[in-house]
């Protein structure tokens, strides 16, 4: 992909079961990033909306217990 005039920062976060915290860390990170993007690994509380309403990108990704 080519480069842009313009360079953009993403903010992506690697979640499960954050519902607590996530808000706070995503309403945070807004105002100083283009684009927030939250990886949810099988959450079963409300983190998946929380990411939704703070304008968050929701993809999801079965979690096998190792971050490499």
Do not use: K, Y
């Not at 005039?5 to 309403?27: F, K, M």
């Not at 309403?53 to 929701?58: D, F, L, N, R």
């Amino acid at each position: 992909m080519p480069a842009s005039s313009s360079n953009t920062l993403a903010l992506v976060v690697i979640a499960r079961d954050e519902s607590a915290r996530l808000a706070r860390c995503l309403n945070s990170a807004r105002p100083h990033v283009d684009r927030m993007v939250v990886l949810d690994t099988g959450s079963s509380d409300d983190t998946v909306a929380i990411a939704r309403q703070c304008g968050a990108e929701v993809h999801h990704f079965t979690w096998v217990d190792d971050f490499s």
